[in-house]
């Protein structure tokens, strides 16, 4: 089974649509298992998803069932290209596995890990009320 990026936009997320946030986000959802055979091609299908704007990305991992260092790798680069454009990134959804491996790689604070795909906003909105 490979990793699948499945792309859903906020307008897509069964949210109130008044809930401040969510304007400049974009929420993407990955399924399957991301090892070295199709990690380059994520990198490039995330590349195209989240586009040039400057916006905060949600990768939402809840149906990634593996994650191999090339996919962490990968979630770096995806990382990097969304700080250079001003967004932010969080990551939800960790099954059991991979939310320990981004703990003892020290990642997890790094990806803003949080739970739920609106616990990741609520972080957003708190982070730039903050600022």
Known sequence: MSAAV????????????????WENVSLLALAGELDYTN?????????????PEPRDLVLDLTELSFCDSTGIQVFLAIRKITLDRGGNIALTG??????????????????GIQPTVTDAVEAFRTRQSSS
């Open 6 to 21: 499945l792309v859903t936009t906020v307008s897509d997320v069964p949210m109130e649509k008044t809930t401040p946030g």
């Open 94 to 111: 960790l099954q059991p596995r991979l939310q320990k491996l981004f703990h003892l790689t020290g990642l997890a604070p790094v990806f």
């Open 39 to 51: 990690a380059e091609r994520l990198q490039h299908d995330l590349q195209e998803a989240i586009g």
